[in-house]
Each structure stands twice: as C-alpha cells, then as structure tokens.
C-alpha cells in the first residue's frame, strides 16, 4: 500500500512532462510558420527608393536627382483600389497581379476582391475606367542595386509609373540589341524628366558592367523579393479617419505620385 501513492505521483510527472513537450513542439511549429508567413507579404518601404520634391530619396536617405544602378531584375504588377490610391492613408489593394511578363497576367489568388479572371480582359485595366486612363495601375517594379555593389549590399526597390513604362521598356529592348544581354549587364543611369510636373523617371547611358559576377549571383534573391505579394490581411478594416483642418488649395498641377 506504501507503493501506491509513489506510483500516482510518478504517473502524473509522466503527463505533465508529455504536455510540456507537447506545448514546446507546437510553438516551435508556429515560430516556424510565422517567418514563412512574413516572406510572403509586402516588406516594409525601408528597402524603396522614394521621390519628393524633384529629387529621388535613397533608402538611406540621400538625395540625389539622378543614380546610377544595376537593374538586377523586374517584373510587371497591376494594382486596383476601388476608392483610388491614397499616399496619406494606405490601405490594402482590392486586386492585385505580379508577373515576370506584362502580357498573360492574371490577379493573384490571395487578391481581396478579384475584377476578372485575366487582367486584358478586365474592365478596370480598360483605358476610360478612370477618366481617360486606367483605374488600375500599371507599373514595372525593378530590383536594383549601385554599381559598386558587394555580396551583402541590399537590393533596392525602384518603381516605374504608368507613364514611364514605354520609355523603360524601350530602353531594356535597346540594351538587349546593343549588349545582347538583359539589364543586368550593364549600369543604368535614371534620372527625372523635368518636363514634367509629376514623378516619371527616365533611363539611359547604359555603360559595361564591370561587376557583373557580384550583381548576378543576386539574381535568385531579387526574383524572390519581386515576387512577395502585398499584405492585404487587414483588407476591409476600417481606415483611420483623417484630421480635421482647413482644406488645402487646389493644385495647378498634376499632383506627383
């Protein structure tokens, strides 16, 4: 009868060192999940190249009105909001397409709200949906890195707006014909037209680019970075409402994007 009470306690040590484990296993399976799940939304725009004020903005904060990069890769991407986009109040996409190349592209299936099962035949990617252009924004979104790059130097993000896209995709078909190679061959300079009243980048000067084994072997890395899909997990939430104030003036100007 001694025994008894000994076998009890031994028993119950049994369970709880079996739940236990099982806890530790089941947070480690998440920790796991959590790091897959944040690769496969939007990163933050440490990592963009920005525009204000005729100049670009560096992720670190310089700027310059020109650089000089290597377009590692790039990629098309069509993005539609249904109340227009909002710089000062940010919300995720109602649909959205990322793809190696502009034509074939379909929305993405983790699209909030998805407008057609293809983007050619979509009714917002139609010229006149929004006044005389598109309600849906076509871009190329570049991977880039400076010229004199080494192999832990982040890769940037440059994005090209709808009125730029001809003269981008004119220039990549110039250098294919001159270097027989894709951008990644040579340096790029980008600098701004100052034609005009909004952000449209322009690219030209392509020279060799000496460095080209240290640009290339990031090719895989910039594929994957291109190809994250931005984070719609707070789709439909109410936005944040905006301050009150006075209104401000007209723009004579188209606004810069």
Not at 24 to 31: F, G, K, M, S, T
Not at 193 to 209: A, T
């Amino acid at each position: 009868m001694a025994t008894k009470p000994a076998a009890k306690k031994a028993t119950g040590t049994a369970v709880a060192v079996k739940k236990s484990s099982a806890v530790v296993d089941i947070r480690a399976q998440l920790q796991a999940q959590a790091a897959a799940t944040a690769a496969k939304i939007q990163p933050a725009s440490g990592n963009k190249i920005r525009y204000s004020k005729g100049k670009f903005v560096l992720p670190d904060g310089t700027e310059t009105e020109s650089l000089d990069v290597v377009i590692v890769d790039f990629v098309s991407t069509n993005v539609y909001y249904a109340n227009g986009y909002d710089k000062d109040n940010i919300v995720p996409p109602n649909c959205f397409a990322i793809s190696p190349e502009p034509k074939g592209m379909v929305p993405s299936a983790n699209a909030p709200e998805r407008q057609s099962d293809d983007c050619a035949s979509c009714p917002m990617n139609a010229f006149g949906s929004s006044g005389a252009g598109k309600a849906c924004k076509n871009t190329r979104v570049l991977a880039v890195l400076p010229p004199d790059a080494e192999d832990d130097t982040p890769l940037w993000i440059l994005s090209v707006p709808p009125t730029a896209i001809k003269g981008f995709d004119g220039y990549v078909g110039s250098v294919l014909r001159t270097f027989q190679m894709p951008p990644v061959g040579v340096v790029t300079t980008v600098s701004l037209d100052e034609n005009e009243d909004y952000f449209k980048p322009l690219f030209g000067n392509p020279q060799v680019n000496d460095n080209l084994d240290v640009h290339y072997a990031r090719s895989e890395e910039a594929k994957e970075l291109l190809a994250v899909e931005p984070d719609v997990s707070s789709f439909g939430q109410a936005a944040a409402p905006k301050p009150k104030g006075k209104a401000a003036p007209a723009r004579k100007t188209p606004a810069r994007r």
